[in-house]
């Protein structure tokens, strides 16, 4: 019954790969996001879908795509990773405004 | 530029001490206001929120008043335990589709 569900919990691998990060929210929300969290807990918004539309996409590298076949679901693809982009990535999402739900985090390590 | 000013830490207390952490936003208009608290290894949940002016959000012994004047949200709980140590983050909604975080600021209650 989880809300916000986010896929893998850990994830390494080696500079240069292409990897996918998935989320998905049962909650019948309009709109999804994708964060990233440093080693430092800054937190930091990366994109902001509605209804499977961009609405925001911060200064983020282009390698970062975010997919949104379905409103339910916020695919993260990442190119040729970096040591960088080691992080904890956080999905969620939210209606109208209101407060976000949050998924468990993926926390990512690239060697 | 960065709209939710929060008070760097980390914090540490001793186990039934008066917490204060402070933060401050910047915006037009009235946003809704948040308390997310994240706790270790976890991902982050809502504690409180306050969506007008004058209203006073409260959660597990944890308040926030929603002060225009000021432009403030400060996060207080008269007496905490070794269980409330995590990382809390202040938030303002920004339209419909967007949460802007603050830093965060660590807690940590020793016994």
């Known amino acids: 019954d989880t809300a916000v569900s986010q896929t893998p919990k850990y994830l390494v691998t080696q500079m240069g790969n292409d990897k996918s990060i998935k989320c998905e929210q049962n909650l019948g929300h309009d709109t999804m996001y994708w964060y990233k969290q440093d080693s430092k807990k800054f937190l930091k918004i990366m994109f902001s879908?509605?209804?499977?539309?961009?609405?925001i996409n911060e200064t983020v590298p282009n390698r970062f795509s975010p997919k949104s076949p379905d409103k339910a679901h916020l695919n993260l693809h990442i190119n040729s990773l970096e040591l960088g982009d080691s992080a904890v990535y956080f999905c969620a999402s939210s209606q109208q405004g209101l407060a976000a739900f949050f998924g468990q985090g993926t926390r990512l390590t690239v060697v | 530029g960065n709209s939710v000013t929060q008070m760097e830490g980390p914090v540490t207390l001793s186990e039934e001490a008066f917490l204060t952490i402070n933060c401050t936003y910047t915006a037009t208009g009235y946003p809704s206001l948040f308390w997310y608290v994240q706790y270790p290894g976890e991902g982050l949940q809502l504690l409180l929120k306050a969506t007008k002016a004058d209203d006073k959000g409260s959660n597990k012994g944890f308040e926030a008043t929603y002060r225009k004047e000021t432009t403030s949200f400060h996060l207080e709980k008269g007496s905490v335990q070794v269980s409330d140590s995590a990382v809390y983050f202040c938030?303002?909604?920004?339209?419909?589709?967007?949460?802007?975080f603050g830093t965060g600021t660590r807690l940590t209650v020793i016994p």
């Open positions: 879908y509605n209804n499977k539309e961009l609405i």
């Open positions: 938030a303002r909604g920004a339209g419909a589709n967007n949460l802007f």
